[in-house]
């Protein structure tokens, strides 16, 4: 008896032992990314899907036990948004990588130490994140993009389109912005400019949140827009199917600054390649893993953008596209 109780007393602090020693040794010392998305959306997703691409392009993968990644999605909501970051911090993560700018501010505005990739963001400038001397966050890494593109997406419009009747009165463009987005208020501030260059006549609403999207969108077409522009906007991105059936069942084409929508079913745009956006962010990110120093790095501007249309859009308003515009099936 006294030689099983021996026997057992000897594996319990076997026991012990194995699991002190699972709690306190790193595992290999493999790199850990916090990735965090601020909401589902269907065109953000390409830009995760191209980080996590190029990860593994430069040898960093969960696949080959040479990465760990912990994802969060905040489903929108800012509180469960600001849990996940902080929690990454907990978990003393190699870095952050916010998709898209909800994620960015909300990472910066926890840690000024832990290095942060964004992708589907604005400039620091654009989100507000500039400090009193106007230099960006010291973690701050990754893509970013501005609002000249949206220039050459909305003067697409008039070029494309003829209004419903023959008078000669200004096409009527429609839009919807969030005005607690500072991207969003800033791009509204260029399309009104651009608008008025244009003789077009803008009709722009507010929108709280995704709930009001359905009712906003509803009381700009009841204005009679000829078209709906669809803005670099976080409620816009989450909403777009809801925005792309009212207008399609009013038969007003949706345009827009962002190609991923267009896959979506809006009829052009020139804007980022969302996933060569999470690409280049990602690439990024290998680089710091691989000299384990952002010495020398700093956010970077979006390298590539393209000219596209959706073919069936374009085909269900009889529009037709320039030659330099490639078609998304």
């Given at each position: 008896m006294k030689h099983i109780i021996g026997i057992k007393k000897y594996f319990t602090w076997l026991f012990t032992l194995i699991i002190f020693c699972n709690c306190t040794t790193p595992k290999n010392n493999i790199p850990v990314v916090g990735f965090a998305d601020a909401f589902e959306d269907n065109t953000?997703?390409?830009?995760?899907?191209?980080?996590?691409?190029?990860?593994?392009?430069?040898?960093?993968?969960?696949?080959?036990?040479?990465?760990?990644?912990?994802?969060?999605?905040?489903?929108?909501?800012i509180p469960k948004l600001t849990l996940s970051i902080k929690y990454f911090i907990s978990e003393k993560v190699t870095l952050m990588a916010t998709n898209p700018s909800l994620s960015t501010i909300a990472a910066l505005q926890n840690s000024k130490d832990i290095p942060v990739f964004m992708m589907?963001?604005?400039?620091?400038?654009?989100?507000?994140?500039?400090?009193?001397?106007?230099?960006?966050?010291?973690?701050?890494?990754?893509?970013?993009?501005?609002?000249?593109?949206?220039?050459?997406?909305?003067?697409?419009?008039p070029k494309l389109i003829r209004k419903k009747d023959d008078t000669i009165t200004p096409l009527r463009v429609?839009?919807?912005?969030?005005?607690?987005?500072?991207?969003?208020?800033?791009?509204?501030?260029?399309?009104?400019?651009l608008a008025k260059k244009l003789h077009i006549d803008l009709v722009s609403l507010p929108v709280n949140n995704s709930a009001d999207v359905q009712l906003?969108?509803?009381?700009?077409?009841?204005?009679h827009i000829d078209a709906f522009f669809a803005n670099p906007d976080n409620t816009v991105f989450s909403s777009f199917e809801t925005i792309l059936k009212a207008c399609n069942d009013?038969?007003?084409?949706v345009f827009t600054s962002?190609?991923?929508l267009v896959s979506r079913g809006a009829v052009a745009a020139y804007g980022a390649d969302i996933y060569q956006w999470g690409y280049q962010a990602g690439?990024?990110?290998?680089?710091?893993?691989?000299?384990?120093?952002?010495?020398?790095?700093?956010w970077e501007m979006v390298k590539l953008r393209k000219r596209v249309y959706n073919e069936a859009a374009a085909k269900k308003f009889g529009i037709t596209m320039p030659a330099n515009f490639e078609a998304i099936k």
């Open positions: 953000i997703a390409q830009a995760k899907q191209g980080f996590l691409d190029a990860l593994k392009k430069n040898g960093y993968s969960e696949d080959n036990n040479t990465l760990k990644v912990i994802y969060r999605n905040a489903q929108g909501d589907v963001s604005p400039t620091p400038q654009l989100m507000n994140v500039m400090d009193k001397q106007g230099n960006a966050p010291a973690n701050l890494f990754g893509v970013a993009e501005d609002l000249g593109y949206i220039d050459t997406s909305f003067s697409l419009i429609g839009m919807i912005f969030n005005q607690s987005e500072p991207q969003s208020a800033e791009a509204l501030k260029r399309i009104q400019e906003v969108t509803q009381a700009l077409l009841a204005k009013a038969n007003v084409p962002e190609a991923g690439e990024q990110a290998a680089l710091f893993l691989k000299n384990n120093s952002t010495s020398g790095m700093h």
